[in-house]
Structures are given as structure tokens and as C-alpha cells.
């Protein structure tokens, strides 16, 4: 079975670090805590930093011009525990007895700032809002890939977002057996494209190139098992929880294409409970 190669068009980030890809390395490798960087607010959506984190990638990645097609660009959106924003605020008005506010849904508000979205920018390409139990990266590259096989698609945009909340906090607390993580309001994304390569076959678990650039990097996804693939007591910190794979990919996407890291370099993709993939960035 072949797959088509993906190629990294375009990468964007914003989180505490401010909105760069060196930014985020540096939250990630060092302890301090910079400045906060808030999305601005959208029309309609109250509470929750949740859209607004969606709607600035999606706007970033418009505004640089990359996206060839409106009508041709699919967009995954996925995160490990969803709009936590929302869905706390919604619990702390039940319990003070007063009316549920109906935008206060947190369920459809995925699909809500797609819709918003696709409205202002003209987007009426394949939308798909999903869960994953991990970092995310695996399940957003399979999804970006067999996307991009379809003849209606040609560019595909990933979103990872993730929020940082009381609850979200005792639940990662929980899913991770209590292994530090620094949460925060965080969102990470890639645009993707078919690459003019040549297809590959698939091995292993599952399979996809992705070009960084014009560096011909490669990325291949294969199933770890356990942790198995590296000694944890080795790994840096992983302080992104529910993002910390697809953030990694990013700068290591970026450090080998302006010749900063040699390849290959190892992404590690974890899930909750132990597990997950292990992803080889390469030229």
C-alpha cells in the first residue's frame, strides 16, 4: 500500500513563550516562565482561551499566504482534553445554582470556531475535530496524511491545542502517574502538502514522509512499544502535555532546515498510560 510524502509548508505556534517556533524551544529546555502571550478574543465566544488559540493558527497560516486554496485545505483540530475552559465554567455556574448558558456548550465549540473560521477566510474544505490520548502527533500525521490522498485536498492544516485548567491539571496528574508537566494555554500548527517525491510503501505500523522546507527531511511514525525506544531517565522535559509531540516535530523541523540540528533527531510521541511512537525526523 502506498502513501503519499507530505511536505512542511508553513509552522505556527503561541503559548507563554509568545508566537515564534525558538520561543517555544526555549520554554521547553529551560525552567523560567516567560511572558504570556494571549490570543486575541473572537466575536461570539466567551470564557474559554480555546477559540481563540484556533482561530490565531488558523489566521497565521492565512495571513502568510502559504494557503494556496481555501476550498482545498483540510483542517484537523485535535486535543487531549478539549475546550477545559469552557467546560469549568460551565461547572462552576451549575454548582452556584445559576441558568446554563447555552454558549457555554463546551462540546460543539470545536466545530464552532471551524465554522467561524471557514466563514471569514472562505474555507469549505474537509474539517475534522478529533481526541487523542497522548501527545497527539501520531494521530494528527495519520489524519494529515490519508487527507492529502484525496483528490479534493491539497493542502492539509493540524492544530494541536491544549488549555491550562484546575481540572486539566488533576487529570494529567493522573494519566501521566504524576510526572511533572508545566500546562498552560498553548496551540501548535503545521500546514502540510503533497510532496512531488515519490510515494512510499507503508511499514511497520504506519508510515509518512514529511519535507521540512526544501531539506528532503523525512519523518517516519513506528509504533513503540512500551518505552521501549528510549530511556525516559534520558529524554529532556516534556512540560506541553497533550501537544509536547507535535511542539518537538516543529523545532525539529525548523533547527535541521536552517542547518542547526543534524539529522537525524528523535520525536518522541508518548501516550498516557505508557507507550506510543517514535518519530525519525532525517534529510
Known amino acids: 500500500m502506498s502513501r503519499t510524502s507530505l511536505r512542511i509548508v508553513d509552522m505556527a505556534c503561541v503559548g507563554p513563550w509568545g508566537d515564534t517556533i525558538e520561543g517555544m524551544a526555549s520554554y521547553i529546555e529551560a525552567p523560567a516562565l516567560q511572558a504570556q502571550a494571549a490570543a486575541a478574543q473572537v466575536p461570539g465566544f466567551i470564557e474559554s482561551a480555546f477559540p481563540p488559540l484556533v482561530y490565531q493558527m488558523i489566521r497565521s497560516h492565512m495571513d502568510s499566504g502559504n494557503v494556496r486554496d481555501p476550498a482545498r485545505l483540510a483542517i484537523v483540530l485535535a486535543s487531549a482534553l ?48 478529533l481526541a487523542h490520548a497522548g501527545d497527539g502527533l501520531s494521530a494528527l500525521l495519520e489524519t494529515a496524511m490519508l487527507y492529502s490522498e484525496l483528490p479534493d485536498v491539497e493542502q ?39 510532496s512531488s517525491g515519490e510515494d512510499v510503501s507503508e511499514a511497520g505500523s504506519s508510515e509518512a514522509r514529511v519535507w521540512a522546507d526544501d531539506t ?45 540540528m543534524a539529522a537525524p533527531a528523535a520525536v518522541y510521541d508518548d501516550l498516557f498510560g505508557g507507550g506510543g511512537y517514535a518519530v525519525t525526523l532525517n534529510r
Open 216 to 260: 528532503t527531511a523525512v519523518v517516519y511514525i513506528e509504533e513503540v512499544r512500551g518505552q521501549s525506544a528510549a530511556d525516559s531517565s534520558d529524554r529532556p522535559a516534556r512540560p506541553l502535555a497533550g501537544n509536547q509531540g507535535l511542539a518537538d516535530l516543529a523545532i525539529a523541523a525548523s533547527r535541521i532546515s536552517r542547518g542547526e
Open 82 to 129: 478539549g475546550d477545559t475552559g469552557t467546560a469549568d465554567c460551565a461547572s462552576r455556574n451549575l454548582l452556584a445554582g445559576q441558568v446554563h448558558n447555552p454558549l457555554l456548550f463546551y462540546q460543539s465549540v470545536p466545530n464552532s470556531i471551524l465554522g467561524y473560521a471557514a466563514r471569514q477566510y472562505g474555507l469549505t474544505g474537509l474539517m475534522t475535530a
Open 156 to 194: 492539509v492544516l493540524i492544530i494541536g491545542v491544549e488549555l491550562r485548567s484546575d481540572r486539566a491539571d488533576e487529570l494529567l496528574a493522573e494519566l501521566t502517574e504524576g510526572k511533572a508537566m508545566r500546562a498552560c494555554d498553548q496551540a501548535v500548527s503545521l500546514l502540510l502538502e503533497r
